[in-house]
């Protein structure tokens, strides 16, 4: 059964380094979404994407985050200077069409020092 | 209430008894979905159920949705000790741009 990857599982970065979380969403689906969950708390919505640009983005999305699809099968989330409050599970997901069920990957688990 | 919470945030039950989860939302919706996290894991889709249907069936899962009330219910029949985990309902809220609003999740325990 297809499904979301995500590379690597688990990250751990210096406050002010950038990352770039990866994610190979399921081949023919056409909307992606990140979302992250920080320990104990909601998964809440960072940003989706179709037609090679952002449809929606939350609050949380400032400018110190960035999406991109380099290419045909890659999905990527960069943070560009990270702070402690990004310490977080960011979790990718895709979906076939807008109001699909979306299918999440098994997560980044990301820890900033 | 904020949107997508879950009720109770714990449950303890019995292997082979029956497990009953309830969500409720505040705004019209185009769907709503209900996921499983066992701890630290992922999120695994269980079943979604659109605005306009009242009652959906997996296997074992039973989903109702009443949007007068603006609330749904998960209910796992027969449980087993391995569908211990988080479940999670998620809203897709109209013209919100298929953004899922997670609730706080109802942690299950099935005691074998």
């Known amino acids: 059964e297809p499904e979301v990857t995500q590379t690597p599982s688990h990250q751990v970065t210096q406050m002010g380094q950038e990352v770039i979380l990866r994610c190979v969403p399921i081949s023919n689906h056409l909307y992606f979404y990140w979302y992250r969950q920080i320990l104990g708390q909601k998964v809440e919505f960072l940003v989706s994407?179709?037609?090679?640009?952002?449809?929606?983005k939350s609050e949380i999305f400032d400018d110190q985050f960035s999406v991109e699809r380099p290419d045909g099968s890659n999905f990527t989330l960069k943070i560009r200077s990270t702070k402690l409050e990004d310490s977080a599970m960011y979790f990718c997901?895709?979906?076939?069409?807008?109001?699909?069920?979306?299918?999440f990957g098994p997560g980044t688990r990301l820890l900033v020092l | 209430s904020q949107q997508g919470e879950e009720d109770p945030q714990a449950l303890s039950i019995q292997e082979g008894e029956n497990a009953t989860m309830n969500c409720s939302y505040k705004t019209s919706i185009n769907n709503l979905q209900w996921y499983r996290q066992n701890s630290g894991r992922g999120l695994v889709h269980l079943i979604l159920?659109?605005?306009?249907?009242r009652e959906k069936h997996s296997g074992r899962l039973r989903v109702t949705l009443d949007t007068s009330k603006k609330s749904s219910s998960l209910l796992i029949t027969a449980s087993r000790a391995a569908d211990t985990a988080s479940y999670f309902c998620a809203t897709d809220v109209d013209n919100a741009g298929n953004m899922l609003t997670f609730g706080g999740g109802t942690r299950l325990m099935v005691k074998p």
């Open positions: 997901a895709s979906s076939d069409t807008g109001g699909a069920t979306q299918y």
């Open positions: 994407f179709y037609n090679n640009e952002i449809s929606e």
């Open positions: 159920i659109r605005s306009n249907e």
